[in-house]
């Protein structure tokens, strides 16, 4: 018999859990249509939440086109993030207790008011209380990219593993967000360069989508919430002794020692 959504999210938790690596889940893990999968991210949601904390935010994933397109869709996606796993700059994080941890290139934003209705770019940017460079971090399993699949990513509750905040910018509003420019480097050597434009024309398009899905499926964002909002350099992978440094242009920097 097929898996139900309880049973497909508990062999799921149970293969993230067992930090193996595996090149995409199996085949009766990952669900049929892209709707059943959020169900499973969402039981996935609640049977970690004992262990991980409450859910405090959410990251937004496959922001960019190149990304939608290697996974059969024309949107992002999103997973929740849990309290125990927002660490503020500088942070310091054990490879060993990942299977393979990834890191990716991001601005943070926390926001001032609840959007019980999403609301569109404008009511969305309005309920923004600050922004900050930040470090999204994933639990990366050694996956196959090209065999990924988004019903499988957000099964997965797109393999967030928290993230590492810069300090907050409340006066943000005086900066174009399409313009910013982010940076990474890692012990020093640039890895990667991006402009808020890379996601979605500019972070507060992927915001105000996430916003809006979320009301749509009852579950919007709260006052408090942290969003992860893309990234706009591709993941890398630290080793013990690395230092990961994301500056954004007008919002700092997080830094991260991988130990």
């Known amino acids: 018999m097929p898996l139900d959504v309880?049973?497909?999210?508990?062999?799921?938790?149970?293969?993230?859990?067992a930090r193996q690596p595996i090149d995409i889940l199996p085949d009766e893990l990952i669900p049929e249509t892209l709707d059943k999968a959020y169900r499973v991210r969402?039981?996935?949601?609640?049977?970690?939440?004992?262990?991980?904390?409450?859910?405090?935010?959410?990251?937004?994933?496959?922001?960019?086109p190149i990304m939608q397109q290697l996974c059969g869709?024309?949107?992002?996606?999103?997973?929740?993030?849990?309290?125990?796993?927002?660490?503020?700059?500088?942070?310091?994080?054990?490879v060993a207790d990942y299977c393979r941890v990834g890191i990716e290139t991001e601005i943070a934003v926390r926001l001032g008011a609840d959007l019980p209705d999403g609301g569109g770019l404008a009511r969305v940017t309005e309920a923004v209380e600050?922004?900050?460079?930040?470090?999204?971090?994933?639990?990366?399993?050694?996956?196959?990219?090209?065999?990924?699949?988004?019903?499988?990513?957000?099964?997965?509750?797109?393999?967030?593993?928290?993230?590492?905040?810069?300090?907050?910018?409340?006066?943000?509003?005086?900066?174009?967000?399409?313009?910013?420019?982010?940076?990474?480097?890692i012990n020093g050597?640039?890895?990667?360069?991006?402009k808020g434009a890379d996601v979605m024309g500019n972070p507060l398009n992927a915001l105000s989508w996430l916003a809006d899905k979320l009301a749509a499926d009852g579950r919007p964002l709260k006052r408090g919430m942290?969003?992860?909002?893309?990234?706009?350099?591709?993941?890398q992978f630290p080793a013990p002794g690395d230092h990961a440094v994301v500056e954004v242009s007008g919002l700092g920097r997080a830094e991260i020692r991988f130990v």
């Open 6 to 17: 309880r049973q497909q999210a508990e062999r799921i938790v149970a293969v993230f859990r």
């Open 130 to 185: 600050s922004c900050m460079a930040a470090t999204e971090v994933l639990e990366d399993l050694k996956h196959d990219y090209k065999r990924l699949t988004a019903r499988s990513m957000v099964a997965g509750n797109v393999w967030n593993a928290g993230c590492v905040l810069g300090p907050p910018v409340g006066e943000w509003r005086q900066l174009d967000l399409a313009g910013v420019t982010y940076r990474l480097t």
């Open 189 to 194: 050597n640039e890895i990667g360069t991006g």
């Open 42 to 64: 969402e039981a996935y949601e609640a049977i970690e939440a004992p262990r991980r904390g409450q859910v405090v935010g959410y990251k937004i994933g496959l922001t960019t």
């Open 226 to 235: 942290v969003v992860m909002t893309g990234s706009t350099v591709p993941i």
């Open 73 to 94: 869709v024309d949107e992002p996606c999103y997973g929740a993030m849990f309290s125990s796993e927002i660490r503020h700059s500088p942070a310091e994080i054990r």
